[in-house]
């Protein structure tokens, strides 16, 4: 055999090489380990004696020329290694890694909770100056959250809120058209409809006043009309829109004065009760009552040959009668109180009208006013009296008889066709 380090010739049955001092049971050894297919062959190694050089089984040398002395140590051959186990995948890169993004993750939690709580306290703190109606630092601190929670709207609604209370500011001084104007831009943002609406009524207030001022009242009046009653806001206009009505009723009332219609303009008058000299108006509008007689003759029927005397109850009442014929009114007579008169008349057929009372007088036209009772005498059954020619009559007023024994009643009549 062959020594596997030296490759000198040796015998079969020895252990070591004499010429290199290799151990030849190492070398058998790793001949039948690299028999085995299962295991990976190792290069052998061996122990080199002090002062020699290394020699490799791969690169077999030239005998060492210093020969193996009786003191060299042999070299004890050396195992072949295990194959070595395959490496296993490392998770700790992994992990590490994982760690890592849940630290950042953690960071982004951490600065957003803190983001966060600074904006819900600024959040909070705009919310306080809007209920204390600081609007302008409140619309600024919503705006400067931009888009957290709903900062966005109470910005908006600020900026309404700003507006509104220019709005009222300008309603405050009077400036009602401007306010108004306000308001209507709004819409339906708190009362700004009903306010633009009470700006709208003060406007027309303010006009109502000045031409009330300006004694046109019938202008003023129509203004005054449209308003609400309210006290509060239109603290003069329930007072002046009725002095505005009493005026109008005043001089309407001196309009029939002046016309002589005195009974209406008493009425009207009377009707104003204290209002300026109404009192004083409607004691003027009463007439002396006329003196006793006739007070009217019909031009178309002259005196004939008929004496008539009247004669009133002792009442102490004023009597007015009017004597006609047919539909013409022949004739008009006074009776003072207690005073009788006598008047002449044709042969003829009459109808007689009392008119009585102790109010005052208006005038032929409207005698008593309402004050009065106003009848028409009956003779028996008949309404009508006929005198004869030549003969002399006297008619007892409310006596229930005339001359003869003739009872003279009468029946109501109405003052308009008197």
């Not at 490759?7 to 058998?28: N, R, V, Y």
């Not at 140590?73 to 490496?87: L, Q």
């Amino acid at each position: 055999m062959f020594c596997p380090s030296c490759g000198s010739q040796i015998d079969d049955d020895l252990k070591f090489c004499p010429s290199c001092g290799f151990m030849l049971s190492t070398a058998e050894t790793a001949a039948e380990t690299a028999e085995t297919p299962s295991e990976q062959a190792v290069p052998e190694t061996r122990s080199v004696p002090v002062g020699e050089p290394e020699i490799t089984a791969d690169a077999p040398t030239e005998p060492a020329a210093t020969p193996m002395g009786p003191t060299a140590v042999p070299v004890e051959p050396v195992a072949a290694a295990p194959p070595a186990p395959k490496p296993k995948k490392s998770r700790k890169g992994l992990i590490i890694a994982l760690a890592a993004v849940a630290v950042v993750i953690a960071g982004v939690l951490i600065t957003r909770a803190v983001i966060n709580n600074m904006h819900q306290k600024d959040y909070d703190a705009a919310r306080k100056l809007l209920v204390a109606e600081k609007y302008e630092d409140a619309k600024k601190g919503f705006e400067e959250l931009g888009g957290f929670k709903d900062s966005k709207e109470q910005a908006e609604y600020c900026d309404q809120c700003i507006d509104y209370k220019e709005a009222e500011d300008l309603m405050a001084d009077g400036k009602y058209d401007e306010a108004e104007k306000a308001f209507n831009k709004l819409k339906n943002f708190k009362q700004s409809e009903s306010k633009s609406v009470l700006c709208s009524q003060l406007s027309q207030y303010e006009d109502a006043e000045k031409l009330f001022s300006e004694k046109k009242y019938a202008e003023a009046k129509a203004i005054y009309d449209k308003l609400p009653s309210d006290a509060e806001n239109f603290p003069e206009a329930s007072a002046h829109k009725q002095y505005c009505i009493n005026k109008a009723s005043y001089n309407a009332a001196m309009e029939k004065l002046k016309a002589k219609k005195y009974y209406e303009a008493y009425k009207a008058f009377n009707a104003l009760g204290n209002f300026e000299d109404s009192k004083q108006r409607a004691q003027s509008c009463t007439q002396p009552f006329p003196a006793t007689g006739q007070t009217y003759r019909n031009p178309k029927h002259a005196a004939g040959g008929v004496s008539l005397t009247i004669v009133p109850p002792s009442n102490g009442q004023y009597n007015y009668l009017k004597i006609y014929t047919g539909s013409d009114l022949v004739s008009c007579v006074a009776l003072g109180k207690n005073q009788r008169a006598t008047v002449s008349l044709a042969a003829g057929s009459y109808t007689i009208k009392d008119a009585y009372s102790n109010g005052p007088w208006f005038g032929g036209t409207d005698m008593f006013g309402d004050s009065g009772t106003y009848v028409k005498l009956t003779n028996g059954s008949s309404d009508t009296f006929t005198l004869n020619a030549n003969m002399i009559y006297t008619l007892t007023l409310r006596s229930g008889t005339a001359g003869g024994g003739t009872s003279v009643g009468s029946k109501g009549e109405n003052r308009g066709s008197f």
